[in-house]
């Protein structure tokens, strides 16, 4: 009875792990709506029924493996149509599985066909295929989302869970039935800790996610009066063209050429649209440009800005998020000092898209440097929301091969940004 108990929970547990590395590799591979969604539950239950029936039945390694690899590759043939997919997917995951078996089973039990052995070991078993999992899913990077989240607090679950029980089995300090309630336990503790950190993970990418939408469409709204009060201006200075027109004839019959001077400087000024400070021509930038700087010059004493952009501009989704995050952390920064300063210069050259963002700064930023790069670490109340944007800053500059640089020097910090965008035209 205890073997069963332990047999059906380790399996479930399982069960879980293995939608997470299918998850792994097909994340973006399917919209899941609710028809799909109750396809997957079923395949996967499904599957755990007949794997654990035929594990108590037959106790048959071929028997096992069969089992496992045809309920592996149905449940990704939901996710996929593709054979090739399928096939790397389904024996990637089974053989991270098999290769755990094998490190915590066979070195202690003498396991023959037909024979069952205690079912603690297929305990350590799954906390193992967890580890895998967490260390495959940082490698493969699939979900980009929780790149820099996740740490190594995170992964000592699993191993203070394998460590309990093994020094419980070798010291012999409890019962049988002892074993099982903990076992059963630390898998509880287990998939609740990682189901409940998912959970938790999403709610804050969602979070983030929008922020970055409110922040588009109050960028559009802004673009959209910019607009409109500019054309208000020039329908108001047409309507008073004739009278323009015969002022400016008048004077040049007099000779009066400062005069005339004055009076066309004056309709430029009257035209101007003092809330449109880019135009690029480029709607998606100067809308997230215009409504941040906006916001800058009503917080900020000094804003100095110099774009330089072609109308054309491709990927402008990735240079608003970087401009984006990157201006809101520099007016954050700023406004927390004395002078109040935010200098912007953006260029494309050759190609070569250059971003600088300079600004006022109190001396409080916390730069880590890890794996060859540079990371910003925010002093902001809501570090989680604002590292993901920052994090997504510097994920954007690697997937254009480009280069982030990081300068605090002295009551300054400059960002400055390479982005290599041959395809775009000057």
Not at 412 to 418: A, E, H
Request: net charge negative.
């Amino acid at each position: 009875m205890t073997d069963f108990i332990i047999c059906v929970s380790t399996n479930l547990f399982r069960i879980y792990l293995i939608s997470r590395f299918i998850h792994i590799f097909l994340e973006d591979e399917e919209k899941e709506d609710c028809g799909s969604r109750m396809r997957h539950m079923l395949v996967y239950g499904g599957f755990f029924i007949v794997n654990t029936a035929a594990y108590l039945i037959f106790h048959t390694v071929w028997v096992n493996i069969a089992c496992n690899l045809a309920g592996i590759g149905l449940i990704v043939l939901t996710y996929t149509s593709s054979i090739k997919t399928i096939l790397f997917v389904t024996c990637s995951v089974y053989m991270i599985n098999m290769g755990c078996s094998t490190i915590s089973i066979l070195p202690f039990v003498n396991y023959k066909d037909g024979v069952g052995f205690n079912q603690i070991y297929e305990v350590i078993d799954v906390f193992l295929v967890l580890l895998c999992e967490l260390l495959t899913e940082k490698i493969v990077d699939a979900r980009r989302k929780m790149q820099g989240v996740r740490n190594i607090s995170l992964g000592l679950v699993p191993l203070c869970s394998i460590g309990m029980l093994c020094m419980m089995i070798y010291t012999k300090s409890s019962t049988e039935t002892g074993l099982v309630i903990i076992s059963v336990g630390l898998i509880i503790v287990n998939f609740f800790t990682f189901y409940l950190y998912n959970i938790l993970s999403d709610a804050l990418f969602h979070q983030y996610e929008n922020e970055v939408l409110r922040q588009e469409i109050q960028g559009y709204a802004n673009q959209l009066d910019v607009m409109l009060q500019g054309e208000e201006k020039v329908k108001a200075l047409r309507h008073d063209m004739k009278h323009h027109m015969n002022e400016l004839k008048i004077l040049a019959a007099k000779g009066e050429n400062k005069a005339i001077e004055e009076y066309i400087g004056d309709m430029e000024e009257f035209i101007t649209n003092t809330n449109e400070i880019v135009s690029s021509g480029n709607l998606e930038i100067d809308s997230v440009m215009n409504y941040l700087l906006r916001r800058a010059k009503e917080e900020l004493r000094t804003v100095n800005v110099n774009v330089r952009l072609p109308k054309s501009v491709s990927h402008s989704f990735d240079i608003n998020v970087i401009l984006g995050n990157l201006l809101e952390n520099g007016i954050e920064a700023a406004r927390q000092t004395e002078s109040k300063r935010l200098d912007i210069n953006i260029e494309l050259q050759q190609g070569l898209l250059r971003i600088q963002v300079e600004n006022s700064y109190n001396g409080k930023t916390v730069i880590n440097r890890e794996k060859g790069h540079q990371r910003l670490l925010t002093t902001k109340k809501a570090s989680g929301l604002h590292g993901i944007g920052l994090e997504n800053v510097r994920k954007m500059v690697e997937k254009y091969d480009g280069i982030m640089e990081v300068c605090p020097d002295g009551d300054t910090f400059r960002v400055i940004l390479i982005l290599y965008m041959s395809e775009v035209k000057n």
